[in-house]
């Protein structure tokens, strides 16, 4: 995956992870453009788009969109089951997800993203352990914070 | 100090946090712009402060303003501090910040470097893993080389989540630094057997990603996953699995044989869709790289192509997409399977999405054929009336012309209705691919000669229809046809039956609105109608008919004669003159049509589009060399031609001219343009060759007008297409009686004559026979062109880098960079010869040590190497034994787990590598010999493998007593620390050290390690490197630069810091000493700007440095010196102070020796060079001098390392 992006229907982005080095120039070019285009998309049309050398296969759930790029050979519907996965993640970490929670708690979103791809790749298929994996972080964290 | 926590926690509740930031965001809708600037202005007096949890919070608020697009890259170093945080809650934003808006061109993202590494081996698993998940994001070459070493030790760590990110990342790592893959492959191969399946997932991902963009590298590997693959039930693993093999397939058709049959199985079974599609995916691919012939072949297409039915016949838009997507693949092999389902696709036509209906049109251009392509047409036709958006529209219009023009036409046949079809898509409101319709109308017109009459009358009834189309002309490209319709009424204007009106229709006023270009062509053809009708005339003796026809030319030319396009108005006025002189002639009654027809004589064909790059350059012709030597202009002269220019050319070391001015440019070019049109292979000489066209109006020169036409258009009197779909529906019918009742023979007489170039003989299509005698001219081709299409690759892919032999045993000089020499240079050695700053300075002791690892590592390497040679040989049949076999014996393959595998010194993993090669290789051996002997070959190796243990020791011991030796001594007096590393060149910016290295596995190769050290307080980037190459040593350049092209250094330099780089140098003979003189240039960045600078150097490569020290036992030592082969030599030196093992040591060390065997003050010592020289010498030591008696199989090689080693010896 080349990054993945998460934004309102409004157009506004709620976040972006980037797996391949681009100036930031280039992401808020690429951004624009795949807003719009995916905005643009009648809801009754299928999730996948070419969109450069690349596939772009997008999702809604409720007002976000979730975006991904991919390569050409990447499979489509894998990718849709990733961000099923990560809305999944999302709706057990915040309890029925909302969008204001991601506004909200932008950090934890990343967090849980990153403990679920790295470098673009998936890094952990079951969702018990990623919620393991955040909930002891953030109990460290918060161990650390009492001590102060 | 408690007083400054109470502080910083007071700040802290006045500071805004996250929440209040976003808050305050959506409260300020109206003027977000000044409520942001003012928050950066309150971030930028957090960032001051002292407290980290204040500049956390910071850095935390700067994170989520970046991705409202705000740039934050002012606070890259206050990201940093965070990171460094020793609090977790700290880092980990700190981290986040960083994975966020750090790239490749941060500059202060080399101060991580160390960071980062801390962090990695932080004995909290989070802080690692939040250190790898950062770096995954930013990580640079630098970074990538820096690290590669801590992420590979990583790979084994206790804890399977540290695991699974460590090997998750090193692909990124392999993407910046390829040089770090060969030595991490074995440990990465290692975890696809993890017990963890997250980390064996992982691993999977890894090979996957990086098989997938260098295949053969990894076939090795089949057998492995093969296991895996039926083994594992994870559909995400499996899905990478299959997908790997579906790029491993085509380089091993076998490998697909044995693939079909699980794969058929999974597609039965699955539930999952995307494991489904994956499986159909690569069942496809699988086919594809198969030859056919094979059993169950159709049967696998047939349940693919089955399945993907059902996908496209599914509710969901995904999966119907996705299907359409996958048809598309198989089409191209197997083109029936696909066409019995023509019905469902056309259906897909009416689709709601139009991205789907595109894929459908796509599926669509390779589903026609000679029979149904009138079919297709008519149905697209039909959606391209009633198509809403001229997007789609446009698609469909390039998509029916595709369509039809596909293979040079094969499906067509009969072209008059192509030409109505052409003719109705110009009724299109709106398009923009007037262009597209023009050039195919040309294409045609001037290709199919037999259509060129009804093509005439076609084109003139657009000329005298040009209102309808050309109203509101300017963004009208659709116009453009009528580019094509007046070159094609001219042209052929024989074929005309009303030129007279037709000429007129050219003449109107409302022409004059055109673009300029039209209507150039306009003039130009109006002259060729007039050409053809004043011969008309003058035949049929009406001759104030064609004197009224003059005079309307002169009438109404001078309406171009006035446009404001310039090509338009040079044509008309030179028109009119010739008109006006002919009209005198008309009324002299001299005949003057054969002489006016004359100018436009010849017949034009159609010229290949690579023609021109095909034409070959003639032996001797140097197209780069002047053919007069341009004037000297002195005032240009002294000017230093533009370094751009230089580059482009390549030429600077020829010739250095004054730069050549617009004119002088303009001139050659017309020239060029001359000499091309009067090129014999340019344009088939025509009867009169003297008369040519000089300047045809080419379809590549019409420009792509957009255009928005609100109201539809209608033309008039046009012949519909769909009536020849009715007549050649009828036409075949009849064809089709005919041919039953006259048979085979008169079959064979008419294919003969419907003789086509290019198109396929494809059966049962080919009964149809073309409307018209139909002959396309083929597109001209220079003679002896050359055949040849250069296909370029991408030299920028990233992953071009990443094509590795993995099964090659790994150098010394592969091993990844642990950090030393920036460590080390704390440590000032007193020795007055060792340059201020060194890299390897270490006691002697472990010196030594090292070395004796080394040479116990080279003495490995030989029998590694014999070893790997074998085994080489063998790969292709392992894989090929495996793949003619059921079941698979993939134990070969398993890497062996010991405790010893996760020490983190490389060397270890290698050495049991090693042996497990040897064994793995026995046990293949023993798998090809017969199966009946399995048994009996097993305790075989039981035995062997324990003889080698055995041998093993053996070596050991022995190595040990030479040890003992030599430390027995050694150990005495402890010996001052030595480098090898030798002073290149310096100024005040920067300092460069260097040392050269034989390369073990080419006998042609030395590794030049450099040291640049920035003196300066200023940044040091864009370094290069260049030498300039002798005769007999050569700088290995990148494969496409030019010999001048210098290396670029990888990396930059903060003040303060260096960094190595290496560089590898062909050699032919190595026999004497080289000196290559070079220069490094670069730029210095301060905060006053930045200043090129360049810094000469002198390469000196000694014979040294082409020696590598190898071990060599006493026994073979002495059969060497009996054998006669060597040449002897000896050297005396005098006043040397220094103790003899001192002596001896800075001959192993400076000169690559080792010490044979040693008694008292006297000992021998060996020798290789990287050529396979034996170098043998004699030490002896007396009261103030040294004796040295060298031999070696080449005289003048021994003759000049003894004077190198006279050198270092008078140091002393």
Known sequence: MQFMLLFSRQGKLRLQKWYVPLSDKEKKKITRELVQTVLARKPKMCSFLEW????????????????????????????????????????????????????????????????????????????????????????????????? | MALKMVKGSIDRMFDKNLQDLVRGIRNHKEDEAK??????????????????????????????????????????????????????????????????????????????????????????????????????????PDLARDLANDIMTLMSHTKPYIRKKAVLIMYKVFLKYPESLRPAFPRLKEKLEDPDPGVQSAAVNVICELARRNPKNYLSLAPLFFKLMTSSTNNWVLIKIIKLFGALTPLEPRLGKKLIEPLTNLIHSTSAMSLLYECVNTVIAVLISLSSGMPNHSASIQLCVQKLRILIEDSDQNLKYLGLLAMSKILKTHPKSVQSHKDLILQCLDDKDESIRLRALDLLYGMVSKKNLMEIVKKLMIHVDKAEGTTYRDELLTKIIDICSQSN???????????????????????????????????????????????????????????????????????????????????????LEEANQTLEAMLRPKVTTLPGHIQAVYVQNMVKLYASILQQK???????????ITQLMIERLPQFVQSADLEVQERASCILQLIKYIQ????????????????????????APKAQKKVPVPEGLDLDAWINEPPSDSESEDEKPKTIFHDEEQRHSRHRQPEIDEEELARRREARKQEQANNPFYIKSSPSPQKRYQDTPGVEHIPVVQIDLSVPLKVPGMPMSDQYVKLEEER?????????????????????????????????????????????????????????????????????????????????????PVQRHRNAETLKSPDSEAPPVEKSKKPKKKEKKHREKERDKGKKKEKEKKVVEEKEEKKGEDLDFWLSTDPPPVSTTQPQSGPEVSAAVVAEPEEVKKEEREEQQEEDEGKKSSKHKKKKHKKEKEEKSKDKKKSKKKHHSEEEATESVQNGTLDDEPLPPMSSYRLLA??????????????????????????????????????????????????????????????????????????????????????????????????????????HEKLDFKLHFSCASYLITTPCYSDAFAKLLESGDLHMSSIKVDGISISFQHLLAKICFHHHFSVVERVDSCASMYSRSIQGHHVCLLVKKGENSVSIDGKCSDSTLLSNLLDEMKETLSKC
Not at chain 1, 106 to 131: M, P
Not at chain 2, 433 to 457: C, E, N, W
Not at chain 2, 538 to 548: C, N, R, T
Not at chain 2, 789 to 809: F, H, M, Q, V
């Open chain 2, 986 to 1091: 310096e100024n005040p910016y920067i300092k460069m050290t260097y040392d050269i290295q034989g390369n073990l596995q080419n006998d042609s190769q030395v590794t030049v390690s450099v040291i640049f050290e920035n003196k300066s307080t200023s940044f040091l980037k864009s370094m290069e490197l260049n030498v300039l190459d002798s005769l007999n040593t050569k700088m290995l350049r990148p494969e496409g630069s030019s010999v001048h092209d210098g290396i670029p250094v990888p990396f930059q330099l903060p003040p303060g810091i260096s960094n190595e780089a290496q560089f590898v140098f062909t050699l032919q003979s190595i026999v004497m000493a080289q000196k290559l003189k070079g220069t490094l240039s670069f730029i210095v960045k301060n905060d006053e700007g930045s200043t």
């Open chain 2, 35 to 140: 409520y942001i600037s003012q928050c950066i202005d309150e971030i930028k007096q957090e960032l001051k402060q002292d407290n980290i949890a204040v500049k956390s919070n910071a850095v935390c608020k700067l994170t989520y303003l970046q991705m409202l697009g705000y740039d934050i890259s002012w606070a890259a170093f206050n990201i940093i501090e965070v990171m460094s945080a020793s609090k977790f809650t700290f880092k980990r934003i700190g981290y986040l910040a960083a994975s966020q808006c750090f790239h490749e061109g941060t500059d202060v993202i080399m101060l991580t470097t160390n960071q980062i590494r801390k962090d990695l081996s932080s004995p909290n698993q989070y802080d690692t893993g939040v250190a790898l998940t950062g770096l995954s994001c930013f990580v640079t």
């Open chain 2, 409 to 495: 036409y094969q499906y067509i046949t009969n072209f008059e209705w192509y030409i109505s079809i052409l003719v109705e898509l110009t009724r299109l409101e709106g398009t923009r691919h007037g262009h597209l319709i023009a050039a195919q109308m040309l294409d045609v017109a001037i290709r199919v000669k037999a259509i060129r009459k009804f093509a005439v009358s076609q084109m003139a009834m657009l000329l005298d229809n040009a209102h309808l189309i050309a109203s509101n002309t300017q963004r009208n490209g659709i116009c453009e046809v009528l580019y094509a319709a007046a070159w094609i009424c001219g042209e052929f204007s024989e074929h």
């Open chain 2, 584 to 607: 005198k002639l008309q009324i002299k009654e001299v005949p003057v049509a054969e002489e006016v027809i004359a100018l436009f004589a010849g017949e034009l064909n159609p010229v």
């Open chain 2, 538 to 548: 003058e035949q049929a003796g009406e001759k104030e008919a064609a004197q009224e």
């Open chain 1, 52 to 148: 450069r050398d690349l596939k772009i296969v997008y999702k809604r759930y409720a007002s976000l969109y979730f975006c991904c790029a991919i390569e050409d050979q990447d499979n489509e519907l894998i990718t849709l089951e990733i961000i099923h996965r990560y809305v999944e993640l999302l709706d057990k970490y915040f309890g029925s997800v909302c969008e204001l929670d991601i506004i909200f708690n932008f950090e934890k979103a990343y967090f849980i993203l990153d403990e679920f791809l790295l470098g673009g790749e998936v890094q952990e298929t079951s969702k018990k352990n990623v919620l393991k994996a955040i909930e002891q972080a953030d109990l460290l964290q918060e161990k650390l914070d009492s001590l102060l």
């Open chain 2, 732 to 816: 075949r019918h009849k064809q089709k009686l005919e041919k039953d009742k006259k048979k085979k023979k008169q079959k064979k007489e008419k294919r003969g004559k419907h003789h086509r170039h290019n198109s396929l003989h494809t059966e049962s299509e080919e009964d149809i026979t073309p409307a018209h005698h139909v002959d396309i001219i083929t597109e001209e081709m220079p003679e002896n062109a050359l055949p040849s299409d250069e296909d370029d690759k991408d030299p920028n892919d990233p992953y071009k880098a990443l094509d590795i032999d993995l099964d090659k045993p790994l150098a010394d000089s592969e091993k990844l």
